[in-house]
């Protein structure tokens, strides 16, 4: 026998009433045996429908695309991915870096020998250069053009691999792109999960100790936040106001 | 003057120690954190240390935390070269005695001018 409703409960409870006032011990036991077993079903009835909610939230995500999959292949592809961003964008400045390195003594190189042409054109236009020195002067000048054409063409060609090197930017760009996706889709599911689950769980508020100093890498956003400085000028500023 | 660049990136690494060398500070020794940056400080001959914040091993802060603790190295001078820009850190790594602060991405002229900054004041003390 089952006491779902307010009547069978009532009258159960008058029952057992009457029974303690006529010492009946036998139908007190079996009056509160009665209630009992209400009770319990009432929890049989919550336990059921959990379990149906989380049957039916876990059955979702597999009809959505596997969740499973999401964990077991998904996420550690998604950390080969990022990883191949991280690698792909070294190489690109270390290649970056290496076309400068080879740049930088051309550009200097031509800037010397010009600088040591133009004074000696000088002092020819002032007539104080004698015979010999006009000789050596001649033959820098014939020494120097091509140089400056050969330079010239090498640095053209560093220059337009530094420009190739830029094209990390294209495939990295689509990683990301793809990783902001999942990072959605996952974002989506979990929402579901916690309103399904949300009804079950007490939430408690955890004070989170937070460190103010923490490492947190780039800002983004950094406009709108009070707690962190744009620029150098703001860093500047504020080290001078502490009296550095 | 020998100078010691700790960043967990090479690239960076490889920006400053070319920017150093244009500042005409050729001899440069690097460390990818705190913890591999230590022993080389204490190992002596360290005329400047610049040095990044968010590293695995040991971060900047504590590096620079150590390095003042250190009566052999607590007057070297330290310039914190960092993303990291929440004013809250900034003031802290104050407290704890860099020298210059600077954030990334930065220019070859903020560096320049916060090295010159450091060696001012050093001449002057």
């Given at each position: 026998?089952?006491?779902?409703?307010?009547?069978?409960?009532?009258?159960?409870?008058?029952?057992?009433?009457?029974?303690?006032?006529?010492?009946?011990?036998?139908?007190?036991?079996?009056?509160?045996?009665?209630?009992?077993?209400?009770?319990?079903?009432?929890?049989?009835?919550?336990?059921?429908?959990?379990?149906?909610?989380?049957?039916?939230?876990?059955?979702?995500?597999?009809?959505?695309?596997?969740?499973?999959?999401?964990?077991?292949?998904?996420?550690?592809?998604?950390?080969?991915?990022?990883?191949?961003?991280?690698?792909?964008?070294?190489?690109?400045?270390?290649?970056?870096?290496?076309?400068?390195?080879?740049?930088?003594?051309?550009?200097?190189?031509?800037?010397?020998?010009?600088?040591?042409?133009?004074?000696?054109?000088?002092?020819?236009?002032?007539?104080?250069?004698?015979?010999?020195?006009?000789?050596?002067?001649?033959?820098?000048?014939?020494?120097?053009?091509?140089?400056?054409?050969?330079?010239?063409?090498?640095?053209?060609?560093?220059?337009?691999?530094?420009?190739?090197?830029?094209?990390?930017?294209?495939?990295?760009?689509?990683?990301?792109?793809?990783?902001?996706?999942?990072?959605?889709?996952?974002?989506?599911?979990?929402?579901?999960?916690?309103?399904?689950?949300?009804?079950?769980?007490?939430?408690?508020?955890?004070?989170?100790?937070?460190?103010?100093?923490?490492?947190?890498?780039?800002?983004?956003?950094?406009?709108?936040?009070?707690?962190v400085v744009n620029n150098q000028d703001e860093v500047d500023d504020l080290l001078s106001s502490l009296g550095f | 003057m020998k100078i010691l660049i700790v960043?967990?990136?090479?690239?960076?690494?490889?920006?400053?120690?070319?920017?150093?060398?244009?500042?005409?500070?050729?001899?440069?020794?690097?460390?990818?954190?705190?913890?591999?940056?230590?022993?080389?400080?204490?190992?002596?001959?360290?005329?400047?240390?610049?040095?990044?914040?968010?590293?695995?091993?040991?971060?900047?802060?504590?590096?620079?935390?150590?390095?003042?603790?250190?009566?052999?190295?607590?007057?070297?001078?330290?310039?914190?070269?960092?993303?990291?820009?929440?004013?809250?850190?900034?003031?802290?790594?104050?407290?704890?005695?860099?020298?210059?602060?600077?954030?990334?991405?930065?220019?070859?002229?903020?560096?320049?001018?916060?090295?010159?900054?450091?060696?001012?004041?050093?001449?002057?003390?």
């Open positions: 026998m089952e006491l779902n409703s307010k009547t069978a409960l009532l009258s159960t409870a008058r029952e057992l009433v009457s029974a303690l006032e006529a010492d009946n011990e036998e139908l007190v036991q079996q009056q509160l045996t009665l209630l009992t077993q209400a009770q319990d079903s009432e929890l049989f009835l919550e336990v059921g429908k959990l379990t149906r909610d989380l049957h039916e939230a876990l059955n979702s995500f597999n009809v959505d695309s596997c969740l499973v999959d999401l964990t077991e292949s998904t996420m550690p592809n998604t950390r080969e991915r990022l990883n191949y961003v991280i690698t792909t964008t070294e190489n690109a400045a270390h290649k970056t870096l290496g076309f400068i390195d080879a740049t930088m003594p051309l550009a200097s190189s031509l800037k010397e020998t010009a600088e040591k042409i133009d004074e000696s054109w000088h002092r020819f236009r002032k007539r104080e250069m004698n015979v010999d020195e006009f000789r050596e002067l001649s033959h820098d000048i014939e020494a120097y053009l091509p140089l400056v054409k050969q330079h010239s063409d090498q640095i053209h060609i560093n220059l337009t691999d530094m420009m190739m090197a830029q094209g990390f930017q294209d495939l990295t760009g689509q990683i990301i792109r793809q990783v902001i996706t999942l990072i959605e889709e996952v974002e989506v599911k979990l929402v579901r999960l916690v309103q399904v689950s949300s009804k079950y769980i007490e939430h408690k508020k955890e004070d989170k100790i937070v460190d103010p100093i923490k490492a947190e890498g780039p800002q983004i956003n950094a406009e709108n936040n009070p707690n | 960043d967990d990136f090479s690239t960076m690494r490889r920006i400053i120690k070319n920017l150093l060398r244009d500042l005409g500070f050729n001899n440069t020794i690097e460390a990818d954190d705190g913890l591999t940056a230590l022993p080389i400080l204490k190992a002596g001959g360290i005329d400047f240390l610049v040095t990044d914040w968010n590293m695995p091993g040991m971060q900047g802060i504590d590096l620079l935390k150590t390095v003042r603790a250190d009566a052999s190295l607590s007057s070297l001078p330290v310039l914190m070269v960092t993303a990291e820009t929440k004013r809250e850190q900034i003031m802290v790594a104050a407290q704890a005695g860099v020298n210059g602060y600077v954030v990334k991405p930065f220019t070859a002229a903020t560096l320049n001018s916060k090295i010159e900054k450091i060696f001012e004041r050093i001449d002057a003390a």
